[in-house]
């Protein structure tokens, strides 16, 4: 993977250097694996003096730190603003994070990839870098579970399973999708692949008989948003 296949859109406010440091941070973890990516690769992949590099980050945990900082701020909080902007269904809003996710542009789905595998390097182990992971993958999963809760009250969703298992079902899924997307490349085409995981992931959550019953004037008995 070149470099210049995961370069990113400099963001406002963002310092050109800033951008090559995490544009050659992000090329060689995808590369060669997050532990395996040193400081001073990091430091040669990005063309720039070390001294001018350590003004960001001053050893590889500090690299990675930067790189979960941008995720945050570009991949999570831009999703949960995609959802925010969706029309008030539970369909809608889980539609509007499936959108997010398989028709994110080159950069931003490498960085979702990237996410994806670091919560499985640090699961379970302590760490700034593992409580910085563990962070946004709650922050992502309160606002998913949040979502299909809002569905399952409503009776759109299946209640033969608990939230908290329907959650994990979804994003294991679908991250597990970005990733088997990621591997296939040029094959599959974002827009036919995003129509494919509605259809299965959506319809897999339907609860046919629950539905029947809102349609009929049936109201499950809980909080309704």
């Known amino acids: 993977m070149s470099s210049t296949s995961v370069q990113r859109a400099q963001r406002a406010g963002n310092p050109p250097e800033l951008d090559r440091i995490l544009s050659a941070a992000l090329t060689?973890?995808?590369?060669?694996?997050?532990?395996?990516?040193?400081?001073?690769?990091?430091?040669?992949?990005?063309?720039?003096?070390?001294?001018?590099?350590?003004?960001?980050?001053?050893?590889?945990?500090?690299v990675m730190m930067k790189?979960?900082?941008?995720?945050?701020?570009?991949?999570?909080?831009?999703?949960?603003?995609?959802?925010?902007?969706?029309?008030?269904?539970?369909?809608?809003?889980?539609?509007?994070?499936?959108?997010?996710?398989?028709?994110?542009?080159h950069g931003r789905m490498n960085r979702i990839v990237l996410l994806v595998?670091?919560?499985?390097?640090?699961?379970?182990?302590?760490?700034?870098?593992?409580?910085?992971?563990?962070?946004l993958f709650s922050h992502l999963y309160r606002t998913i579970e949040g979502i299909i809760q809002f569905g399952w009250l409503r009776g759109t969703f299946r209640t033969d399973l608990p939230v908290k298992e329907l959650t994990a079902a979804?994003?294991?899924?679908?991250?597990?999708?970005?990733?088997?997307?990621?591997?296939?490349?040029?094959?599959?085409?974002?827009?036919?692949?995003d129509r494919a995981v509605r259809l299965v992931l959506l319809r897999g959550m339907e609860d046919r008989i629950a539905l029947e019953r809102v349609l009929s004037g049936f109201v499950a008995p809980g909080y309704h948003p």
């Open 170 to 193: 979804f994003v294991g899924a679908l991250t597990g999708t970005v990733l088997e997307a990621r591997r296939m490349g040029t094959v599959l085409d974002p827009v036919q692949l």
């Open 117 to 135: 595998l670091a919560g499985t390097e640090f699961a379970g182990q302590e760490g700034r870098i593992a409580a910085r992971v563990t962070r």
């Open 67 to 105: 790189v979960l900082e941008d995720i945050e701020q570009d991949v999570i909080e831009a999703m949960i603003a995609e959802i925010s902007k969706a029309p008030s269904t539970a369909e809608a809003k889980l539609g509007a994070f499936i959108e997010t996710m398989t028709r994110a542009q």
């Open 28 to 62: 060689l973890m995808l590369r060669n694996g997050i532990r395996a990516t040193s400081y001073a690769d990091v430091v040669r992949q990005s063309g720039l003096h070390e001294e001018l590099v350590r003004r960001y980050a001053e050893d590889s945990d500090g």
